[in-house]
């Protein structure tokens, strides 16, 4: 069978507190034609990106409504995630190679994990293009697929996609009931598809990641990574992906440092499972730094974990996420969360959490990032009101239970139709 990820357990009865009672009380309503079914998503890695983030929070609520929902990751190969991961950068806009030997070996894993996918399930939701084309296969494993529904959650950004490789997708797609996008934006005009729903990701204010945390504990944490919790903290977090312009934000810094010499910049990212171009990035952004130790590059290698992640966005006077392409970019949400202005890469879903001179800026490059940078880290007072806008914003917007009640609406319309 396909690889089963261990889910921790989640009550949504604790998020009334924080979204209130008739929240709650509408997502029971909404689960009711969904109660006892079997749903199961499936993407690429346990670990590491967006996706498995709000997978560990999304599965064990659907479970905690009485939804028998299970979350399976498909196998690999060090050769198939270097194949999916030049498809993620093709359908961002990137120039890659497509050649039929990559798309041979992406057909073959994704055969053998239909092969592998096993249960009757009554929806399967199956996350970008890594696992895509398992739909076409099914059928000819142990699972029948008599009644699935299918769903195609696509967290990327199509609009530039490259349209050879879109085109080799397409009709791969073509074959689940519904997709789900994170912005109108995304959806390529030649999909042929009557259910196209628009839900942007979420995040859980629960989570490790996001729970509230003592200042005590937070400045401890900054201590023992090497930061001086006395002085301002610009930080990225992010994994080490050209897409996300570490480069570009050290340049920025140094721009800003100039003016304002007290700052110390912190980029935090995790290298992914599925994702063999981080250590490669890692490389050129640690030349980048060039051995200046007011510049810390962290990851997971050192340790970072959610509780570590979740310290510096609250520890840092700005967080940046200056993207080039973003899909949504949940670490802006995680910060704005945090009570901290945003400074964001004009991209993707990073346009819907930052509204430009509320709760942060928008920035379409270096020297403008360099430039808000400078104006927040010299008036704090209007950082931290930016901030608190950031929180309401994400309070309404783009919280777990949200993301809750519009998959809750797509299943039940799929399993009633
Ligand atoms: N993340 C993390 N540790 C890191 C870097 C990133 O836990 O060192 C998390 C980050 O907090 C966020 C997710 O990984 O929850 C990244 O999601 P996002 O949508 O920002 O980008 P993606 O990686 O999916 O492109």
């Known amino acids: 069978m396909l690889e089963r990820v261990p889910l921790l357990e989640k009550d949504l009865a604790e998020y009334a507190e924080i979204v209130g009672t008739d929240t709650i009380d509408r997502l029971h309503a909404l689960a009711e034609p969904v109660r006892g079914r079997r749903v199961l998503h499936v993407n690429a890695t346990a670990y590491g990106g967006g996706v498995a983030e709000l997978l560990a929070t999304h599965v064990p609520l659907l479970r905690s409504l009485g939804v028998e929902a299970d979350w399976q990751v498909i196998h690999g190969s060090d050769e198939f995630f270097a194949i999916t991961k030049s498809v993620h950068n093709a359908l961002q806009g990137a120039e890659v190679p497509w050649t039929a030997e990559m798309q041979r070996v992406y057909l073959e894993k994704a055969l053998d994990n239909a092969l592998l996918l096993e249960g009757s399930w009554d929806v ?207 670490t802006v949400s995680e910060a704005l969360w945090k009570g901290r202005p945003v400074i964001g890469g004009r991209a993707g879903g990073i346009v819907l959490q930052v509204r430009d001179g509320e709760n942060g800026y928008l920035v379409d490059d270096v020297e403008a990032c360099a430039a808000r940078m400078v104006e927040l880290l010299r008036a704090p007072d209007r950082a931290d009101e930016m901030g608190a806008r950031g929180r309401e914003h994400v309070r309404a917007n783009f919280l777990c239970t949200r993301e809750l009640e519009d998959w809750l609406r797509l299943l039940g319309e799929l399993l009633s139709g």
Request: charge should be negative.
């Open 124 to 330: 399967v939701v199956v996350h970008d293009p890594q696992p895509a084309a398992l739909r076409t296969f099914v059928g000819e494993g142990p699972a029948p697929d008599g009644d699935t529904r299918w769903v195609w959650r696509c967290h990327i950004d199509l609009t530039d996609a490259d349209p050879h490789v879109w085109e080799f997708f397409r009709p791969h797609v073509e074959r689940y009931d519904a997709s789900v996008w994170t912005m109108p934006a995304f959806v390529p005009a030649s999909l042929a598809m009557e259910r196209v729903v628009i839900a942007p990701p979420c995040i859980d204010p629960l989570s490790v990641k996001n729970l509230e945390l003592p200042a005590p504990f937070v400045r401890e944490i900054c201590k023992q990574y090497g930061l001086d919790p006395a002085r301002p903290i610009v930080c990225q977090v992010s994994r080490y992906d050209p897409w996300k312009d570490p480069i570009g934000v050290i340049e920025a810094y140094r721009i800003a440092r100039a003016e304002v010499p007290e700052a110390q910049l912190l980029l935090a990212g995790s290298m992914a499972t599925d994702d063999p171009e981080g250590f490669q990035v890692w490389e050129q952004v640690t030349e980048a730094r060039g051995g200046d130790r007011d510049i810390h590059l962290l990851s997971n290698i050192q340790q970072v974990g959610n509780v570590q992640i979740n310290a510096f966005q609250r520890a840092a006077a700005v967080v940046v996420q200056k993207s080039l392409r973003e899909g949504f970019g949940l």
